[in-house]
Protein backbone atom coordinates (compact mmCIF):
# COMPACT_ATOMS: atom_id res chain seq x y z
CA UNK A 1 0.00 0.00 0.00
CA UNK A 2 2.85 2.51 1.01
CA UNK A 3 4.61 1.56 -2.02
CA UNK A 4 1.56 2.66 -4.15
CA UNK A 5 0.81 5.80 -2.45
CA UNK A 6 4.80 7.03 -2.88
CA UNK A 7 4.62 5.56 -6.11
CA UNK A 8 1.54 8.00 -7.33
CA UNK A 9 3.41 10.85 -5.46
CA UNK A 10 6.27 10.43 -7.30
CA UNK A 11 4.49 10.87 -10.46
CA UNK A 12 2.61 13.60 -9.23
CA UNK A 13 5.86 15.07 -8.29
CA UNK A 14 7.81 14.84 -11.45
CA UNK A 15 4.97 16.56 -13.31
CA UNK A 16 4.78 19.59 -11.46
CA UNK A 17 8.39 19.60 -11.09
CA UNK A 18 8.49 19.57 -14.85
CA UNK A 19 5.63 22.26 -15.16
CA UNK A 20 7.79 24.17 -12.94
CA UNK A 21 10.83 23.82 -15.13
CA UNK A 22 8.97 24.64 -18.27
CA UNK A 23 7.59 27.66 -16.56
CA UNK A 24 10.77 28.88 -14.93
CA UNK A 25 12.29 28.80 -18.60
CA UNK A 26 9.20 30.58 -20.81
CA UNK A 27 6.15 32.12 -18.79
CA UNK A 28 7.97 33.10 -15.85
CA UNK A 29 10.67 35.36 -18.06
CA UNK A 30 7.75 37.26 -19.22
CA UNK A 31 5.40 37.94 -15.55
CA UNK A 32 5.60 40.90 -13.52
CA UNK A 33 5.79 39.68 -10.09
CA UNK A 34 5.29 41.92 -7.27
CA UNK A 35 6.75 39.87 -4.61
CA UNK A 36 10.68 40.21 -3.58
CA UNK A 37 10.66 36.04 -3.38
CA UNK A 38 8.85 35.00 -6.55
CA UNK A 39 11.11 38.37 -8.80
CA UNK A 40 14.59 36.79 -6.97
CA UNK A 41 13.81 33.31 -8.08
CA UNK A 42 12.06 33.99 -11.21
CA UNK A 43 14.02 36.78 -12.76
CA UNK A 44 17.63 36.23 -11.24
CA UNK A 45 20.22 33.60 -12.77
CA UNK A 46 21.08 32.99 -8.97
CA UNK A 47 17.57 32.62 -7.96
CA UNK A 48 16.82 30.13 -11.08
CA UNK A 49 19.79 28.54 -10.54
CA UNK A 50 18.62 27.58 -6.94
CA UNK A 51 15.07 26.62 -8.19
CA UNK A 52 16.48 24.28 -10.89
CA UNK A 53 18.70 22.68 -8.83
CA UNK A 54 16.07 21.79 -6.46
CA UNK A 55 13.65 20.78 -8.84
CA UNK A 56 16.34 18.65 -10.33
CA UNK A 57 16.81 17.24 -7.00
CA UNK A 58 12.60 16.41 -6.71
CA UNK A 59 12.50 15.11 -10.31
CA UNK A 60 15.54 12.56 -9.99
CA UNK A 61 14.67 11.21 -6.95
CA UNK A 62 10.93 10.57 -7.87
CA UNK A 63 11.84 9.39 -11.27
CA UNK A 64 15.11 7.19 -9.29
CA UNK A 65 12.29 5.31 -7.09
CA UNK A 66 9.91 5.09 -9.92
CA UNK A 67 12.52 2.89 -11.59
CA UNK A 68 13.20 1.10 -8.84
CA UNK A 69 9.42 0.22 -8.59
CA UNK A 70 8.95 -0.32 -12.23
CA UNK A 71 12.84 -2.60 -12.59
CA UNK A 72 13.70 -4.31 -9.47
CA UNK A 73 12.25 -7.61 -8.79
CA UNK A 74 10.98 -8.17 -5.32
CA UNK A 75 13.93 -9.06 -3.17
CA UNK A 76 16.41 -6.72 -5.21
CA UNK A 77 13.36 -3.57 -4.15
CA UNK A 78 13.20 -4.49 -0.73
CA UNK A 79 17.27 -4.61 -0.43
CA UNK A 80 17.08 -1.43 -2.64
CA UNK A 81 18.13 1.89 -0.46
CA UNK A 82 16.02 3.30 -2.33
CA UNK A 83 12.66 1.65 -1.80
CA UNK A 84 10.81 4.91 -0.82
CA UNK A 85 10.23 8.18 -1.82
CA UNK A 86 11.48 9.76 1.56
CA UNK A 87 14.82 7.37 1.16
CA UNK A 88 14.55 8.48 -2.26
CA UNK A 89 15.52 11.85 -1.46
CA UNK A 90 17.72 11.85 1.18
CA UNK A 91 19.80 9.27 -1.05
CA UNK A 92 19.72 12.22 -3.91
CA UNK A 93 20.77 14.89 -1.90
CA UNK A 94 24.26 13.19 -2.39
CA UNK A 95 24.71 12.48 -5.91
CA UNK A 96 28.01 10.92 -7.36
CA UNK A 97 28.59 9.03 -10.83
CA UNK A 98 27.46 5.31 -10.15
CA UNK A 99 31.32 4.35 -10.16
CA UNK A 100 31.18 5.29 -6.24
CA UNK A 101 28.23 4.83 -5.67
CA UNK A 102 25.72 6.87 -3.80
CA UNK A 103 26.07 7.86 0.30
CA UNK A 104 24.10 5.20 1.30
CA UNK A 105 24.42 3.16 -1.79
CA UNK A 106 23.44 3.47 -5.62
CA UNK A 107 20.11 2.29 -6.87
CA UNK A 108 19.30 -1.33 -7.44
CA UNK A 109 17.82 -1.11 -11.29
CA UNK A 110 20.10 0.03 -14.22
CA UNK A 111 17.46 2.78 -15.11
CA UNK A 112 17.93 4.39 -11.39
CA UNK A 113 21.88 3.94 -11.67
CA UNK A 114 21.63 5.79 -15.29
CA UNK A 115 19.00 8.53 -13.89
CA UNK A 116 21.92 9.29 -10.46
CA UNK A 117 24.38 9.69 -13.03
CA UNK A 118 22.72 12.08 -15.20
CA UNK A 119 21.41 14.06 -12.01
CA UNK A 120 24.97 14.59 -10.65
CA UNK A 121 25.91 15.39 -14.50
CA UNK A 122 23.35 18.27 -14.18
CA UNK A 123 24.35 19.44 -10.68
CA UNK A 124 27.39 20.36 -11.82
CA UNK A 125 26.39 22.40 -15.07
CA UNK A 126 23.23 23.64 -13.29
CA UNK A 127 25.82 25.02 -10.35
CA UNK A 128 28.57 26.06 -12.53
CA UNK A 129 26.33 27.89 -15.21
CA UNK A 130 24.08 29.91 -12.89
CA UNK A 131 26.55 30.67 -10.28
CA UNK A 132 28.86 31.71 -13.04
CA UNK A 133 26.17 33.99 -14.58
CA UNK A 134 24.95 35.29 -11.12
CA UNK A 135 28.96 37.03 -10.64
CA UNK A 136 28.50 38.31 -13.72
CA UNK A 137 25.34 39.23 -13.42
CA UNK A 138 26.92 41.19 -9.86
CA UNK A 139 29.66 42.40 -12.22
CA UNK A 140 27.08 43.98 -14.96
CA UNK A 141 25.11 45.35 -11.89
CA UNK A 142 28.17 47.59 -10.20
CA UNK A 143 28.89 48.44 -13.84
CA UNK A 144 25.47 49.94 -14.45
CA UNK A 145 25.31 51.65 -10.96
CA UNK A 146 28.25 53.54 -11.84
CA UNK A 147 27.75 54.50 -15.57
CA UNK A 148 26.50 58.39 -15.63
CA UNK A 149 24.63 59.58 -18.86
CA UNK A 150 26.24 62.92 -19.91
CA UNK A 151 23.49 63.55 -22.47
CA UNK A 152 21.33 66.83 -22.49
CA UNK A 153 18.25 67.93 -23.53
CA UNK A 154 16.84 64.47 -23.39
CA UNK A 155 14.19 62.55 -22.20
CA UNK A 156 14.33 60.45 -18.61
CA UNK A 157 12.02 57.14 -17.90
CA UNK A 158 12.32 56.47 -13.75
CA UNK A 159 10.49 53.28 -12.55
CA UNK A 160 8.63 50.73 -14.38
CA UNK A 161 5.54 50.09 -16.36
CA UNK A 162 3.73 47.13 -17.75
CA UNK A 163 2.84 49.33 -20.94
CA UNK A 164 6.92 50.41 -20.68
CA UNK A 165 7.01 49.23 -24.54
CA UNK A 166 4.56 51.16 -25.66
CA UNK A 167 5.91 54.23 -23.90
CA UNK A 168 9.71 53.28 -25.24
CA UNK A 169 8.48 53.19 -28.58
CA UNK A 170 6.09 57.12 -28.46
CA UNK A 171 9.63 58.40 -27.30
CA UNK A 172 11.79 56.91 -30.29
CA UNK A 173 9.60 56.87 -33.57
CA UNK A 174 10.75 58.13 -36.32
CA UNK A 175 7.47 60.30 -36.81
CA UNK A 176 9.35 62.79 -34.08
CA UNK A 177 11.89 64.19 -36.65
CA UNK A 178 14.27 66.41 -35.41
CA UNK A 179 12.24 66.34 -31.77
CA UNK A 180 13.09 63.02 -31.16
CA UNK A 181 15.67 62.72 -28.22
CA UNK A 182 17.87 60.06 -26.69
CA UNK A 183 16.12 58.20 -23.20
CA UNK A 184 17.67 57.40 -20.38
CA UNK A 185 15.28 55.21 -18.18
CA UNK A 186 16.41 54.15 -14.58
CA UNK A 187 14.48 50.64 -13.39
CA UNK A 188 15.86 48.08 -10.51
CA UNK A 189 17.95 45.55 -11.15
CA UNK A 190 15.81 43.40 -11.62
CA UNK A 191 13.94 45.05 -14.45
CA UNK A 192 17.00 45.87 -16.39
CA UNK A 193 17.08 42.93 -18.54
CA UNK A 194 12.81 43.12 -19.59
CA UNK A 195 14.33 46.92 -20.75
CA UNK A 196 17.12 45.49 -22.50
CA UNK A 197 14.66 43.38 -24.26
CA UNK A 198 12.32 45.70 -24.90
CA UNK A 199 15.33 48.39 -26.78
CA UNK A 200 16.17 45.28 -28.91
CA UNK A 201 13.07 44.67 -30.15
CA UNK A 202 12.35 48.59 -31.12
CA UNK A 203 16.19 48.43 -32.51
CA UNK A 204 16.87 51.62 -30.19
CA UNK A 205 20.04 50.92 -29.00
CA UNK A 206 21.98 53.86 -29.61
CA UNK A 207 18.26 56.15 -28.63
CA UNK A 208 17.78 54.23 -25.08
CA UNK A 209 20.07 54.05 -22.21
CA UNK A 210 19.29 52.17 -19.36
CA UNK A 211 20.72 52.91 -15.39
CA UNK A 212 19.79 50.32 -12.70
CA UNK A 213 18.76 52.07 -9.42
CA UNK A 214 16.52 53.74 -7.20
CA UNK A 215 13.87 56.23 -7.69
CA UNK A 216 14.59 58.26 -4.65
CA UNK A 217 18.47 58.15 -4.33
CA UNK A 218 19.32 61.28 -5.59
CA UNK A 219 22.84 60.23 -6.88
CA UNK A 220 21.33 57.36 -8.93
CA UNK A 221 19.18 60.73 -10.61
CA UNK A 222 22.40 62.35 -11.16
CA UNK A 223 23.46 59.33 -12.89
CA UNK A 224 20.69 59.16 -15.76
CA UNK A 225 21.28 63.21 -16.00
CA UNK A 226 18.12 64.39 -14.51
CA UNK A 227 19.41 67.66 -14.43
CA UNK A 228 20.30 68.20 -18.05
CA UNK A 229 17.12 66.37 -19.12
CA UNK A 230 14.07 68.54 -21.33
CA UNK A 231 11.18 65.82 -19.64
CA UNK A 232 11.33 63.63 -16.71
CA UNK A 233 8.37 60.35 -16.69
CA UNK A 234 7.96 59.26 -12.94
CA UNK A 235 6.50 55.91 -12.78
CA UNK A 236 5.24 53.90 -9.70
CA UNK A 237 8.33 51.41 -9.49
CA UNK A 238 6.05 47.98 -9.35
CA UNK A 239 6.07 45.78 -6.66
CA UNK A 240 7.04 48.81 -4.16
CA UNK A 241 5.34 48.77 -1.26
CA UNK A 242 4.04 52.22 -1.57
CA UNK A 243 4.60 53.09 -5.18
CA UNK A 244 2.80 56.36 -5.10
CA UNK A 245 5.35 57.59 -2.41
CA UNK A 246 8.27 56.42 -4.17
CA UNK A 247 6.61 59.40 -7.13
CA UNK A 248 6.65 61.37 -4.81
CA UNK A 249 9.95 61.44 -3.15
CA UNK A 250 11.51 61.09 -6.78
CA UNK A 251 9.87 64.09 -7.66
CA UNK A 252 11.03 66.03 -4.87
CA UNK A 253 14.44 65.12 -5.56
CA UNK A 254 14.42 66.20 -9.64
CA UNK A 255 12.48 69.48 -8.11
CA UNK A 256 15.30 70.33 -5.37
CA UNK A 257 17.87 69.68 -8.33
CA UNK A 258 15.78 72.03 -10.67
CA UNK A 259 15.69 74.75 -8.09
CA UNK A 260 18.93 74.23 -7.27
CA UNK A 261 20.21 74.69 -11.12
CA UNK A 262 17.49 78.07 -11.03
CA UNK A 263 16.11 76.53 -14.59
CA UNK A 264 12.52 75.65 -15.56
CA UNK A 265 13.84 72.21 -16.53
CA UNK A 266 13.45 69.16 -16.82
CA UNK A 267 9.54 69.14 -16.90
CA UNK A 268 8.19 66.71 -14.64
CA UNK A 269 5.57 64.20 -15.15
CA UNK A 270 4.66 62.15 -12.67
CA UNK A 271 2.04 59.27 -13.48
CA UNK A 272 -0.10 57.80 -9.99
CA UNK A 273 -2.69 55.21 -9.98
CA UNK A 274 -4.22 56.95 -6.64
CA UNK A 275 -5.98 59.61 -7.33
CA UNK A 276 -5.67 61.17 -3.84
CA UNK A 277 -1.56 61.65 -4.34
CA UNK A 278 -2.49 64.20 -7.04
CA UNK A 279 -3.42 67.05 -4.05
CA UNK A 280 0.47 65.96 -2.69
CA UNK A 281 2.33 66.13 -6.09
CA UNK A 282 0.30 69.27 -7.52
CA UNK A 283 3.03 71.82 -6.37
CA UNK A 284 6.19 69.52 -7.00
CA UNK A 285 5.37 67.76 -10.41
CA UNK A 286 4.38 69.87 -13.79
CA UNK A 287 2.09 67.31 -15.00
CA UNK A 288 0.04 64.87 -12.99
CA UNK A 289 -0.97 61.89 -14.97
CA UNK A 290 -4.34 59.56 -13.02
CA UNK A 291 -5.60 56.95 -14.98
CA UNK A 292 -9.09 57.30 -12.86
CA UNK A 293 -9.51 60.74 -14.07
CA UNK A 294 -8.61 60.06 -17.80
CA UNK A 295 -10.70 56.97 -18.01
CA UNK A 296 -14.10 58.75 -15.97
CA UNK A 297 -14.01 61.63 -18.63
CA UNK A 298 -13.27 59.40 -21.96
CA UNK A 299 -16.06 57.01 -20.80
CA UNK A 300 -18.62 60.01 -20.14
CA UNK A 301 -17.50 62.06 -23.64
CA UNK A 302 -17.85 58.38 -25.69
CA UNK A 303 -21.25 58.55 -24.77
CA UNK A 304 -21.61 61.98 -26.59
CA UNK A 305 -19.90 60.68 -29.05
CA UNK A 306 -19.03 56.82 -29.39
CA UNK A 307 -15.96 57.37 -31.73
CA UNK A 308 -14.05 59.68 -29.06
CA UNK A 309 -11.78 56.96 -27.60
CA UNK A 310 -10.81 56.14 -31.16
CA UNK A 311 -10.26 59.74 -32.19
CA UNK A 312 -8.54 60.16 -28.89
CA UNK A 313 -6.12 56.95 -29.20
CA UNK A 314 -5.23 58.12 -32.80
CA UNK A 315 -3.78 61.46 -31.76
CA UNK A 316 -1.59 60.42 -29.07
CA UNK A 317 -0.35 57.09 -30.64
CA UNK A 318 2.90 58.91 -32.36
CA UNK A 319 3.66 56.72 -35.59
CA UNK A 320 3.91 57.87 -39.37
CA UNK A 321 0.54 56.47 -40.33
CA UNK A 322 -1.71 58.75 -38.06
CA UNK A 323 -1.92 62.11 -37.33
CA UNK A 324 -0.53 63.70 -33.80
CA UNK A 325 -0.65 66.97 -31.70
CA UNK A 326 2.34 68.87 -31.08
CA UNK A 327 3.59 71.83 -29.88
CA UNK A 328 5.65 74.05 -31.73
CA UNK A 329 6.87 77.79 -30.84
CA UNK A 330 5.64 80.45 -33.07
CA UNK A 331 7.92 81.00 -35.46
CA UNK A 332 9.65 84.51 -35.46
CA UNK A 333 8.25 86.09 -38.73
CA UNK A 334 4.69 85.81 -38.16
CA UNK A 335 4.91 87.15 -34.42
CA UNK A 336 6.26 90.41 -36.00
CA UNK A 337 3.19 90.43 -39.00
CA UNK A 338 0.37 90.97 -36.33
CA UNK A 339 -1.45 87.79 -37.73
CA UNK A 340 -4.74 86.89 -35.67
CA UNK A 341 -5.12 83.04 -35.10
CA UNK A 342 -7.11 82.50 -37.91
CA UNK A 343 -5.40 84.23 -40.33
CA UNK A 344 -2.89 82.04 -39.35
CA UNK A 345 -4.67 79.23 -39.19
CA UNK A 346 -5.72 79.09 -42.78
CA UNK A 347 -1.93 80.67 -43.68
CA UNK A 348 -0.90 77.26 -42.18
CA UNK A 349 -3.72 74.81 -43.34
CA UNK A 350 -3.41 76.19 -47.52
CA UNK A 351 0.23 76.54 -47.60
CA UNK A 352 1.04 73.03 -45.44
CA UNK A 353 -0.98 71.42 -47.94
CA UNK A 354 0.81 69.83 -50.44
CA UNK A 355 3.80 68.75 -48.57
CA UNK A 356 2.08 67.18 -45.47
CA UNK A 357 -0.84 69.32 -44.01
CA UNK A 358 -1.02 71.16 -40.86
CA UNK A 359 -4.22 71.81 -38.68
CA UNK A 360 -3.57 74.87 -36.21
CA UNK A 361 -6.51 74.24 -33.51
CA UNK A 362 -4.84 75.92 -30.92
CA UNK A 363 -1.92 78.08 -28.88
CA UNK A 364 -0.47 78.15 -25.22
CA UNK A 365 0.61 81.85 -24.18
CA UNK A 366 1.78 82.11 -20.47
CA UNK A 367 1.57 78.29 -19.20
CA UNK A 368 -2.59 78.58 -20.77
CA UNK A 369 -4.22 76.20 -23.06
CA UNK A 370 -6.42 78.34 -25.68
CA UNK A 371 -8.25 75.43 -28.01
CA UNK A 372 -9.94 77.06 -31.24
CA UNK A 373 -10.11 80.44 -29.28
CA UNK A 374 -11.84 83.81 -30.71
CA UNK A 375 -9.62 86.13 -32.22
CA UNK A 376 -10.33 88.96 -29.28
CA UNK A 377 -9.80 86.27 -26.76
CA UNK A 378 -5.91 86.01 -28.04
CA UNK A 379 -5.24 88.85 -30.48
CA UNK A 380 -2.08 88.49 -32.18
CA UNK A 381 0.48 86.01 -32.29
CA UNK A 382 3.29 87.26 -29.80
CA UNK A 383 6.73 86.25 -29.56
CA UNK A 384 7.07 82.98 -26.81
CA UNK A 385 3.32 81.79 -28.31
CA UNK A 386 3.29 77.93 -28.73
CA UNK A 387 1.38 76.63 -31.59
CA UNK A 388 -1.42 73.45 -31.37
CA UNK A 389 -0.77 71.65 -34.53
CA UNK A 390 -2.60 68.21 -35.95
CA UNK A 391 0.12 66.85 -38.16
CA UNK A 392 1.19 63.38 -39.35
CA UNK A 393 5.25 63.95 -38.51
CA UNK A 394 6.49 66.78 -36.22
CA UNK A 395 5.74 69.75 -38.51
CA UNK A 396 8.78 72.50 -37.47
CA UNK A 397 10.74 72.18 -40.20
CA UNK A 398 7.50 72.48 -41.83
CA UNK A 399 6.04 75.55 -40.07
CA UNK A 400 9.66 77.93 -40.30
CA UNK A 401 9.95 77.53 -44.29
CA UNK A 402 6.03 77.91 -44.65
CA UNK A 403 7.41 81.43 -42.10
CA UNK A 404 9.91 82.25 -43.86
CA UNK A 405 8.27 82.44 -47.40
CA UNK A 406 5.36 83.70 -46.40
Not at 10 to 34: D, H, P, Q, V, Y
Not at 301 to 317: G, S
Request: charged fraction near 25%; aromatic fraction near 8%; charge should be neutral.
Amino acid sequence: MTKNIDAIVAIILSLLTLILIFFTFTKAKKSRFRGKLPRFFFHTNLGKGILLLVSLWILSSSLTYISECHFCKEDEFNSSPFRTLPRSLVGMLYPATVFYGMEQGTPSSFMGQLIAAFASLGYLIVGTVFVGAALLDKLRQSWRKKMKINWENHFVVCGWNENMEKILSQLTNPALGDEKRPVAVLVREEEVEDVQNIVERLDAQQQIKTVSGSLVSENDLTNVGVQNAQGVLILPPAGDNNPELAVLFCALSIKKMRDETGKNLPQIIAYIEQADFADKLSHIADTIITPTETDILLSATALLCPDTVEIYRRLITVSEETNEIYLVKAPEPWTKKKLSFRELAEVITRKSRKESPVILIGLKRNEKIHINPKDDETGYIKEGDKLIVIAMNYPRRILEDIAAGD
